[in-house]
């Protein structure tokens, strides 16, 4: 298959399918992170829903997936994201390993959704969740609602935490429960549901090099 750039190298192969997920996580694994990146960024809802579909039961991903154990408790993780929604598509999702967590197997990562805008953030606040391991499914779940404790210590310049059951934050975090499966050593894909019920909506993740 040839194109002209990584980018839609991938968006061709989740397009046209049948999706070979372990051709997917090669071809990411070969990429330098900014092509990897760009990659991600560029998929669209049919692309994402493609692969997402394609990588259950792939492989695993645990939370040392997503903070790596050589990275330092309350040592922030980017992980550049792309999602379905009508607007807003790009954001990140920033993760870190809790005080006095144990570095191979924390019980649970503290996470937040960083908005390109203050102004974005402000209105619908920072989105806080724990992120947990599916006691079912090797899959990572995406918790909305429990978030840090008020107490608990975190990242120099994270904002306060709030609760997602408050303000415009309800209509937008309120009640969710995300599924994170994986795709390559770098990149995951997510499932959005609220009460239980899947959205149809889908989000990308790229966690930086």
Partial sequence: MQSSTPAAELSARLREGPVRPSEVASLL??????????????????????????????????????????VAELTPVR???????????????????????DAAKPDELFGYNFQPT??????????????????????????YTHVPSLEAALPAGWPAVRSN????SRFVYGFMIDTLRRVSEHVTIGSAARKGKDMGSWFVLCREA
Avoid: W
């Fill in 29 to 70: 694994d070969g990429m330098s992170h900014g092509e990897r990146v760009e990659a991600v960024r560029a998929l669209g809802r049919a692309e994402q829903r493609n692969l997402y579909r394609a990588v259950d039961g792939f492989a695993e991903v645990q939370l040392p997936d997503l903070v790596p154990p050589g």
């Fill in 79 to 101: 992980h550049y994201g792309r999602n379905t929604l009508p607007a807003f598509t790009l954001f990140e999702k920033r993760f870190c390993r809790p005080q006095g967590s």
């Fill in 118 to 143: 203050p102004l974005l953030g402000s209105l619908t606040g920072p989105g806080y969740f724990l992120a947990v391991e599916d006691r079912n499914r090797a899959e990572v779940l995406i918790d």
């Fill in 165 to 168: 059951e408050a303000g415009l």
